[in-house]
């Protein structure tokens, strides 16, 4: 894959499209990139958090506990709130194929934030949104289980 080809994969992940071409072309330098074959695990249900993966090719299946698996496939941002903090994964994950992807730890996100401030800006009025929209489905669904 070439360079503009990394770009407009990064731009359509979630989070990376409020990143202007010069932000999605640091990230795409200075991501480390992995290749997984059919059945490689990329991580497992507890371990370490340490940054976010988007899958480049190929797909992933991630095994929550408890869930039907989920896909992940091109331009898909696994372990978004890695990004900014440390945590434990929540699920296995696994590649159904052959698969890249490329890791973005928390310090390239902040080194890219600060060197990008706007983007910084709009990323955290869309995660803002977010969380007010999930504390409103919080609250309609309290007050369906109150009145229950």
């Known amino acids: ?23 999605l ?3 795409s330098f200075a ?15 507890g371990e370490p958090a340490d940054g976010g993966f988007v899958v480049m090719s190929g797909t992933i299946r991630l095994e929550p ?3 039907e698996p989920v896909r992940a496939s091109r331009s898909a941002l696994i372990g978004h ?11 296995d994950a696994v590649a159904e194929g052959p698969c890249e992807l490329v890791r973005i730890t928390p310090t390239l996100m902040r080194r ?14 869309a995660m803002a949104l977010d969380l007010v929209t999930f504390t ?3 609250d309609r669904v309290r007050a369906k289980f109150g009145d229950a």
Do not use: K, N, T
Not at 10 to 20: I, Q, S, W
Not at 81 to 91: D, M, N
């Open 1 to 23: 894959m070439g360079l503009d080809d990394d770009i407009a994969i990064l731009a359509a992940a979630p989070v990376f499209g409020f990143l202007d071409r010069d932000a």
């Open 25 to 27: 072309r640091l990230l």
């Open 31 to 45: 991501a480390e990139r992995r290749e997984l074959r059919a059945g490689d695990r990329l991580f497992g249900r």
């Open 65 to 67: 506990r408890g869930s």
């Open 81 to 91: 709130l890695a990004l900014f903090v440390r945590g434990e994964r929540p699920c």
């Open 112 to 125: 890219v934030l600060e060197e990008f401030p706007s983007a910084a800006q709009a990323i955290h009025d």
């Open 136 to 138: 409103d489905d919080l």
